[in-house]
Each structure stands twice: as structure tokens, then as C-alpha cells.
């Protein structure tokens, strides 16, 4: 349905999207995942035909984006990170609005409205201004839009930024709704847990270039088998670090002032055996927990070292 | 895909939020009330005071005249003042309301976009000169005018009204914010204006110099709609004699022809540029492969 190869994105001599490659099959939901600046906007933008790459091929549905952007903007649906709306127009003259924009027939465009309304749950604001709208409503309003044309392929970037909690519950829903009608989905936002739940496959992305890509079961299972544990000490934080330091199967210890986080690779037997060995080596230990280790953290450890690429 | 001139998404749009409301019937009315009242004013102070010691139909015809000259330029004025004002922020405005990336995504075409977006910015200009037009028929009372002279006058309007339209719009692509774009706008056609009167002076003073006699025209006047107005309004009025706006010689009956040509073809040429500016992908005419 998608299918990048290559993409290069240059703004002058900075290289904002960098050899960046990606298949998505038809009903793949695809997290982009990344942080600020990464590049997510700048290749989706590609995709959507409102940007020409430097170098590189996107595909749509078989169709090169820079060969026939037109016949492509009609397989697609983009909801853009920020976008406006028209004052004074009312929410079903929104919609029949970008209908009348791909060419529906007037009947089309009532029939689709009314459609897009009942599953963004908008139906009863058809006939409120659009700018009078809550943001998350205008949130849903957009991606209404951006489905007027019944495209087989949706764009989302970060469709769910700004929203309240309820309100990115909603739009999962929604999401996940339109994943069960057939939609290929590609979704991008800083928030992993969000789309580890919603897609089917997640790619990471960090200055550019993507740093892992693969299915959300395998990401998951990087998890299998570590422990996050949290200590806390009442003082003799430097001492505790030096001596976790010379156990086995400790990694990465972090932390600040009196409070440690490591990752830990033994079992709870050997843990207990690390506790006492901090009590009877005199550390004040006041707390000492494991931690539900979460996706996040595979998220910070997958995105850690940006020049070591996994997979 | 099939996008129909006259099934302009933009316009239609557009047309539909301007005439609901009281608004645009409101500006329709003031302005054809501050029209009438301008050429009562002018009828009794100017004509009445010069004209009635000698009532005869010659006189009424002079005032008939005399009212539409003035009313004529009045008009021009106004074009030339409110146009760019309507125009100039037409595509930046979406760029400010971060609504553009919205059209330019759909299969709306780059030509659809900025057609539509000409039109439906020009759309209140366009309605206020058709709507003047019972107000400028009343002078066939007087006499002195014909409905052809008319014609030829609304005809050159909406010309002007396109190419100084299509400059806002160009400007509009060009730059970012809606004021710049206003402001350059406004300030090229000032500029324009006073190159092409100082270019044309200076031309015929070479003219002369050299010893010219027949029929001359100096080129910047072309550009020029206040050049096409004074050539209407002298072949209509004096029957053409004494060049344009002082600055050619001899009778130039169609003069105001080539002048409508010229700007016609400026305005083709900025409205391309325009398109080829918005389309994302910069594919000269992309538009036409799909439609
Ligand atoms: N028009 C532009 N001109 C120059 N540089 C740009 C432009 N647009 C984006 N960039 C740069 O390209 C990089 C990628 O930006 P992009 O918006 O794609 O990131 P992103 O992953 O969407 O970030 P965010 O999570 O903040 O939305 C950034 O470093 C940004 O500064
Ligand atoms: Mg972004």
C-alpha cells in the first residue's frame, strides 16, 4: 500500500530525513515513533504530496508520489499536525466543502457526511460553526475531512496531540475502528504506549533515520526477561552505585541524589541476595522495588544510540 | 478527474459565506448610497449653479455627461483601491489560518485553487460594479451617453479589476503574511502607475525632440488602466482628440483595447506564476494530466 525506499529529505545542507525506508501492506496499522525533530512530519508531508524529497521513492498504491501526485492525493487522507479551520462555515458545509474538493457528487458528500459525523461522534454538532468547536472536537472534524474521499491509506500525524486523556481514549477508538474497516494507518506521536496498543507495527525514528522498525510482539519481547529495580537510600548513594557496579547482571545504573533505577537480568532469589548484600555492607536502604518495566523504557533503550541501529 | 470552471469548489464556497448575512447587501447599499449622494452633490453645486441660466437639452446632455465622467473615474478609483485589499490575502490568509496544506492536499488543482481563489476574492468587487450599473443608467435621462458607451466602460472595469487582482494574488503566493503581501501589492501598482506616466513623458519629449508628427503612443502607457479609462472616456465624450492623459498624439480611437490585451496578458502571466508557485510538488501543469 506504501511503500518507501530511500527517502532523503535535505533542508539546505541539514538532512532531515535520511535514507529512510518503509512498507506498509494494506491493513497495517504502522506506529512512527520519535522524538521532536526527528523527521516524522517532513516524511509524511512527502507522502501527502505537499513536499517534493531529494532523493528516494514513495509509492502509494503502486502510484510514484512525484509522478502523479494527483491520482495519489485521491488514494490518501492527511490530517496534518497543526492545522486551522474556516470560520463561518458550519460542520456539515466543512466537510461537504473538502468533499466538493475530490469531486464528490453532491449526494456523495451528504451521504458521506453524515457517515463521518455519526463515527467521529459529531453528529450532533452538524450544525455548529466549526471554529466554535473544542479542539478535540476539531480534532475528529479533521479526520472526518481527511476520510471524505474514502482513501485506502490515512496519514495521521500526531492526531491525538493536545488532547485530554478521554479524548485520546475516543480517538483510539476511532482509530482502531477504522484499522477493522480495512484502513492501512500511518500514525505518528511521541508517545509509545499509545500506539504500541493501537498498531500492528512500529517504527522508530531519531534524527532522520529510522532506528528500528519491526511488529509491536517482537518490540515487546525485548522486555522479556529484565526487571527494573528502583532503590532508595537514606545516604551513601555513591557507595551503594559502586557496589551494584561489581554484581552480575546489572545494568545501566541510573539515578539522582538518593534515589537509584537499574536494570536487572537475575531472578528474585538473586535479588533478595542483592538486598541484603546493600543492608549488610551498611547502606540505610529505605525502599527497594521492582519496577513494571514499560514500554517507554524500551523506547529510551531502542532509541539510545543513535548510531547503532537495530535489527 | 473532472474540475469544472463553473463548479469551482473555492468559489462556490466562498459565494455561499458572503451571501449569508446581511452583510454583503449591506456594503451593496452603502455604496451605491454614497455613489448616488456624491452625484447629487456634484449635479446641484457643479451643473446646476453653470447650467441652469440656459436650460436647453444640450445643457441636460452636458450634465448627463458630466456626472457619468465623474462617476466613471469615482468608480475606477475605487477598484484600483479595494481590489488589492481583497486579493492580496487570498492565499496567504490560508497559510496564516494553516489551511492551505488542507486544499493543496485534496484533488482540488493548483489552476482550481487559484482561479477559484481569484474569483471569490474579486466577487464583492464584481458585485458592486454590476449592481452600480442602475445607478449609471439613470444618465440616459440626460442623454449624451449610450448604453454601448456603457458596455465598453463596465467591460474595461471588470478587465481592470482582473489585473490588479491577479497582482494581489501573485503576491499573495509570494509572500507569508497577509499585510506584506497587502502592503507590496499596493505599492507596485503605485509604482507602476508613476514609472509608466514619468517613462511616457520622458518618451515623448524624445519624441518630439526629434521631430515626430504622426500618431504616437509611448509603450509604458500599455500598462497603464488609468491610460485605457482617460482613452474611454475621450472617445465617448470629446471624440479622442489630444492623445492620452496628455501623452500621445493624435486620435487613438482603440487605444483602450490593446491597453485591456496588455494587462490581460500580465495578468495570465502572474496568475501562472501563482499556480506553479502553490503546487507543492512544482510539476509545471501536473494539473492538467488528471483533469
Ligand atoms: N521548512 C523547514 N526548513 C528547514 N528545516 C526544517 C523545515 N521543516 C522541518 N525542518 C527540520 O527538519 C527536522 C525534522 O522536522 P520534522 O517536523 O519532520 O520533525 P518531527 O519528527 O515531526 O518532530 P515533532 O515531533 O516535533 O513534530 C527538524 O530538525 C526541523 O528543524
Ligand atoms: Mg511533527
Known amino acids: 500500500m506504501l511503500v518507501i525506499e530511500n527517502l532523503v529529505k535535505k533542508y539546505g545542507s541539514f538532512t532531515a530525513v535520511d535514507k529512510l525506508s518503509l512498507r506498509l501492506d494494506t491493513g497495517d496499522i504502522y506506529g512512527f515513533v520519535g522524538p521532536n525533530g526527528a523527521g516524522k512530519t517532513t516524511t509524511m508531508r512527502i507522502v501527502a504530496t505537499l513536499m517534493r524529497a531529494t532523493s528516494g521513492t514513495v509509492k502509494v498504491a503502486g502510484i510514484d508520489v512525484a509522478e502523479d501526485p494527483m491520482a495519489v492525493r485521491g488514494k490518501l487522507g492527511y490530517m496534518p499536525d497543526f492545522f486551522g479551520v474556516y470560520d463561518n462555515l458550519k460542520v456539515h458545509e466543512y466537510l461537504d466543502f473538502y468533499g466538493s474538493c475530490y469531486g464528490l457528487s453532491v449526494n456523495e458528500r451528504k451521504k458521506r457526511t453524515d457517515e463521518l459525523l455519526e463515527l467521529v461522534e459529531l453528529s450532533d454538532k452538524k450544525d455548529s460553526y466549526v471554529d466554535a468547536l473544542s479542539r478535540g472536537m476539531k480534532q475528529r472534524l479533521c479526520l472526518a475531512r481527511s476520510l471524505m474521499h474514502n482513501p485506502e491509506l490515512l496519514i495521521l500525524d500526531e492526531p491525538a496531540s493536545g488532547m485530554d486523556p478521554r479524548a485520546r481514549i475516543e480517538m483510539k477508538g476511532i482509530l482502531k475502528a477504522l484499522g477493522s474497516m480495512g484502513k492501512t494507518i500511518l500514525i505518528s506521536s511521541h508517545i509509545l504506549p499509545e500506539l504500541a496498543e493501537l498498531c500492528t507495527s512500529i517504527g522508530v525514528i531519531e534524527k532522520g533515520r529510522m532506528v528500528y522498525s519491526g511488529r509491536v510482539d517482537d518490540l515487546m519481547s525485548r522486555l522479556t526477561g529484565k526487571t527494573l529495580i528502583r532503590i532508595r537510600v537514606l545516604s551513601d548513594a555513591e557507595k551503594a552505585v559502586r557496589l551494584l557496579r561489581e554484581q552480575p547482571r546489572i545494568e545501566n545504573i541510573t539515578g539522582e541524589a538518593n534515589m537509584l533505577e537499574l536494570e536487572y537480568t537475575g531472578n528474585e532469589e538473586e535479588m533478595s541476595g542483592l538486598l541484603r548484600l546493600l543492608v549488610t555492607e551498611g547502606i540505610p536502604v529505605v525502599s527497594f522495588t521492582k519496577a513494571e518495566g514499560n514500554i517507554e523504557k524500551v523506547f529510551m533503550e531502542v532509541t539510545k544510540g543513535e548510531d547503532e541501529v537495530l535489527q | ?291
Request: with cysteine; hydrophobic share 50%.
Open chain 2, 1 to 291: 478527474m473532472r474540475m469544472r470552471f463553473y463548479n469551482n469548489p473555492v468559489l462556490s464556497s466562498e459565494l455561499k459565506i458572503r451571501m449569508r448575512g446581511w452583510k454583503t447587501a449591506l456594503g451593496i447599499i452603502s455604496y451605491l448610497g454614497v455613489m448616488v449622494f456624491i452625484a447629487f452633490l456634484y449635479y446641484i453645486t457643479f451643473i446646476q449653479s453653470s447650467l441652469d441660466w440656459n436650460r436647453s437639452v444640450n445643457a441636460n446632455q452636458q450634465a448627463g455627461i458630466s456626472i457619468y465622467t465623474m462617476l466613471a473615474v469615482l468608480q475606477f478609483i475605487l477598484i484600483l483601491l479595494v481590489t488589492p485589499a481583497q486579493t492580496a490575502g487570498s492565499i496567504s490568509s490560508e497559510r496564516e489560518k494553516q489551511t492551505l496544506d488542507l486544499l493543496l492536499c485534496t484533488q482540488l488543482s493548483s489552476f482550481g485553487i487559484i482561479i477559484g481563489k481569484l474569483l471569490s476574492s474579486m466577487s464583492h468587487m464584481l458585485l458592486l460594479i454590476v449592481s452600480s450599473l442602475p445607478l449609471f443608467s439613470i444618465i440616459f435621462l440626460f442623454g449624451g451617453v449610450t448604453p454601448g458607451d456603457m458596455i465598453m466602460l463596465f467591460s474595461f472595469y471588470i478587465i481592470t479589476a482582473i489585473a490588479v487582482g491577479s497582482i494581489g494574488i501573485f503576491f499573495s503566493t509570494i509572500f507569508k503574511r497577509t499585510v506584506t503581501a497587502t502592503v507590496v501589492t499596493y505599492l507596485t501598482m503605485f509604482a507602476l502607475g508613476l514609472i509608466s506616466i514619468i517613462l511616457s513623458a520622458y518618451l515623448m519629449n524624445i519624441y518630439y525632440l526629434h521631430g515626430g508628427s504622426a500618431s504616437y503612443v509611448p509603450f509604458p502607457l500599455y500598462i497603464n488602466p488609468a491610460a485605457g479609462l482617460a482613452n474611454i472616456l475621450q472617445n465617448q465624450i470629446s471624440g479622442g482628440s489630444g492623445g492620452i492623459l496628455g501623452l500621445g498624439t493624435g486620435y487613438q480611437t482603440s487605444f483602450w483595447i490593446y491597453n485591456s490585451i496588455t494587462m490581460l496578458v500580465i495578468a495570465g502571466l502572474l496568475v501562472l506564476i501563482s499556480i506553479i508557485r502553490i503546487n507543492p510538488v512544482n510539476r509545471l501543469f501536473s494539473w492538467k494530466k488528471n483533469s
